[in-house]
């Protein structure tokens, strides 16, 4: 094994000193103060588990072109530098690497829900079926 190699719990663990973690009522209170909530689940998994209401539904395999104003295709909801952005997945894992490439980017305020969306449920915040969004 190559001394080199960097672990993937290694590379959470560095993307995670680098972004904002939050609770899901204290990703709540921001949402409601005026940051985006981004949801990078697949469509599946919203489809069977809910969504955040007013949340941006963003792949994760096209996030940073979106959050980019310079990519050919961003979106005018996350690509402003200024905009407090929060990264939600399923459990709390992607979205801190997705939090930190989109810092890398030129994003300063941006951070996860620690747990995902399965912990921003289980606490009882509001959820509505995509269908509703």
Same mark, same amino acid.
């Given at each position: ?5 960097t672990t993937i719990d290694e ?9 904002r973690?939050l609770? @899901?009522?204290e990703?709540a209170?921001a949402?409601a103060?005026g940051? +985006? ?6 469509s599946a998994?919203?489809?069977a588990?809910?969504i955040? @209401?007013?949340?941006?539904? +963003?792949t994760? &395999?096209t ?5 980019? @104003? ?14 407090d952005?929060?990264?939600?997945? &399923?459990d709390?894992y992607?979205?801190?690497?997705a ?10 305020? +941006? ?5 995902g ?8 915040? @509001? ?7």
């Amino acid at each position: 094994m190559d001394d080199d190699r960097t672990t993937i719990d290694e590379l959470l663990e560095q993307a995670r000193t680098q972004i904002r973690r939050l609770t @899901p009522h204290e990703a709540a209170a921001a949402q409601a103060a005026g940051a +985006v909530i981004i949801d990078t689940r697949d469509s599946a998994d919203r489809v069977a588990e809910g969504i955040i @209401p007013g949340s941006v539904l +963003v792949t994760r &395999n096209t996030l940073e072109w979106r959050a980019d @104003p310079s990519s050919e295709s961003p979106d005018q909801r996350l690509s402003g530098f200024e905009a407090d952005l929060i990264v939600v997945c &399923n459990d709390g894992y992607s979205s801190s690497l997705a939090a930190n490439s989109l810092r890398q980017l030129g994003h300063a305020g +941006v951070g996860d829900i620690v747990g995902g969306y399965r912990a921003w449920k289980a606490a009882k915040l @509001p959820t509505d079926s995509p269908s509703q969004a």
